[in-house]
C-alpha cells in the first residue's frame, strides 16, 4: 500500500515505515510541503495512497468526511508516546489492507486504533 507522509510527519516515523518496507512519498520529495490541507488529501488521491499525519485538523470528519478522501491515518503521539504509537502503526498496517483504509479515518495513539468510516449525518 502507498503512503504519503505529510509534512508534520517525523523523519523517525518515515524511517520506521520505509524500514517495514512500507512504500512512502513525502511531501517534500515532491515539491508540495508547502501544500495546502485540501491539496495534500488531492496529492493522495492522484497518488492511490493513503494520508499519513500528525496533523489532528485531518481527524475532523466534518471537514473531512471519510467518503471523500483516499484514506488518512492521524498519529496522536508526542515524545513520552512515540514507541507505542509507532507500534501500533505497525501492527495495524500489518493487520489491514488497502482497500479496508480506503475511505476511512484511522486515529493511532499510544492505546490502539479507532476507525471512522462514515461522516456525521
Known sequence: MKLLADHCVWGKT????????HAVTTLKELGKEAA???EVLEIAKELDAVLVTNDLDFGNIQLYPPSSHEGIIVLR??????SQVHQNLLDFLRQTNREEIRGALVIINPRGCRIRRRSIE
Do not use: A
Open 14 to 21: 518515515i524511517r520506521l515505515l520505509r524500514q517495514s518496507e
Open 36 to 38: 495546502s490541507d485540501d
Open 77 to 82: 503521539l508526542n515524545h513520552r508516546t512515540e
